[in-house]
């Protein structure tokens, strides 16, 4: 069966500092990958997906990159964490074509 | 005007009450719509599936789509306290390239009163 991992569940970093999240999938291959964020009230917003390894596509200029250097793994990065990053990061994998997503268990992430 | 409208909430409810919970949308082309649910500080959970209009049942759930009013929904039966999260509607059309894009409500938090 399918499972995704996602790490760390809990983050506390300063202003100004870097940021690497990593998401992987194990039990398929070649799966379409995407990055949200969820602030309170506001819904999910769609960071970045990914369709195979090195293909990125930005839904919204920020802060934030994104990459995939193997077919089941995705990272989020950051050089420079501000305030308004901080928010509830969740993974996500889907077979393609109208089967929906599974997500991670997500990172919450605070800048302080 | 939001591709996909969904009131917030927060709805309680007394246990084994019927719940009805409901989006609307703007885009047509959608047509693969979902349910999901989420626990506090967890990931969304697929819940419900639907292709196109029509009905579908599992359990205590019962999804509804209404494209001719581009109107879906979600009933539970019989709720009970674990029922109690926020759901969240979400749609998409054909992507391509083989990409789903979601598009997803803001969620409506429910809770279930003992």
């Known amino acids: 069966s399918q499972t995704i991992h996602q790490w760390p569940a809990t983050l506390v970093q300063p202003v100004g500092s870097p940021l690497s999240l990593e998401c992987t999938v194990e039990g398929t291959s070649n799966p379409n990958l995407y990055w949200y964020r969820q602030a309170a009230g506001r819904g999910l917003q769609l960071l970045f997906y990914s369709v195979g390894i090195g293909q990125i596509s930005s839904e919204v200029p920020q802060n934030l990159s994104a990459s995939r250097p193997q077919d089941r793994q995705f990272i989020l990065s950051s050089k420079k964490l501000l305030l308004s990053d901080s928010g509830f990061y969740l993974c996500?994998?889907?077979?393609?074509?109208?089967?929906?997503?599974?997500f991670g268990s997500g990172t919450r992430l605070t800048v302080v | 005007q939001k591709e996909v409208e969904q009131d917030p909430g927060p709805l309680s409810v007394p246990e084994g009450a019927i719940v009805s919970l409901n989006c609307t949308y703007s885009?047509?082309?959608?047509?693969?719509f979902m349910w999901y649910r989420q626990y506090s500080r967890k990931g969304p959970e697929l819940l419900m599936y639907t292709y196109s209009s029509g009905n579908k049942e599992d359990g205590r759930f019962t999804a509804q789509v209404d494209k001719s009013s581009k109107y879906i929904s979600l009933f539970i039966r019989d709720s009970q306290p674990s029922d109690s999260a926020t759901y969240l509607c979400a749609m998409s059309a054909e992507g391509s390239f083989g990409n789903e894009k979601l598009t997803f409500g803001t969620g409506t938090r429910l809770t279930i009163i003992p």
């Open positions: 885009n047509s082309a959608f047509q693969y």
């Open positions: 996500a994998w889907s077979p393609g074509r109208g089967n929906g997503y599974t």
